[in-house]
């Protein structure tokens, strides 16, 4: 019996090592080049002027110089805000400076709270009763075309402010 299994396996090496001559030979699949992720390179930008925190700062995505500055702080009061596009997105390597107001640090506002006619910008008019962009900007045509309110009487001058619409804004109003 021992025999028979020892003729029954070398017959089966046999037909083993024929089988495999007979097949054709395959060499192994090579392996597909494995792709690195290639990381996106930073946005590194220079805030620099009237930012509370001016210096570099680096960004993982392109943002506005908007949020740029915001990163550095925010623009201090006396900032030349409209000299430069905050909608604007930033590139590598790109230098943000926002100048400084030459004419120096705005005026402390009234203790009273007040607001003064001569200095005041369209966004401060229109807070007070009754004055929408419209009168805010006849109230600023009449102040470049006039040199200034001397008093604050003098706002009924300005088309489509009456002695009612004074009423309700001479105790909110300053020059």
């Not at 909608?87 to 790109?94: H, K, L």
Request: glycine residues 10%; aromatic residues 8%.
């Amino acid at each position: 019996m021992k025999k028979f299994f020892i003729i029954i396996g070398c017959v089966l090496l046999i037909i083993g090592f024929v089988w495999n001559e007979g097949l054709p030979h395959v060499s192994p699949v090579p392996q597909a080049p494995v792709v690195e992720e290639v990381e996106k390179p930073d946005y590194i930008v220079y805030i620099t002027g009237a930012v509370r925190k001016p210096g570099l700062y680096s960004f993982t995505h392109a943002v506005t110089v908007g949020d740029a500055v915001h990163a550095a702080g925010d623009a201090l009061p006396y900032a030349e805000a409209s000299a430069v596009n905050y909608a604007s997105r930033i590139e590598d390597g790109m230098q943000i400076h926002l100048p400084y107001n030459l004419d120096g640090v705005p005026p402390a506002a009234d203790s009273d709270g007040k607001i003064n006619i001569n200095e005041a910008d369209e966004k401060k008019l229109t807070g007070l009763p009754g004055i929408g962009p419209a009168m805010a900007k006849h109230i600023i045509e009449y102040r470049d075309e006039h040199g200034g309110f001397t008093e604050c009487e003098q706002l009924q001058q300005v088309k489509g402010i009456g002695a009612a619409k004074y009423e309700k804004l001479k105790d909110k109003v300053t020059v």
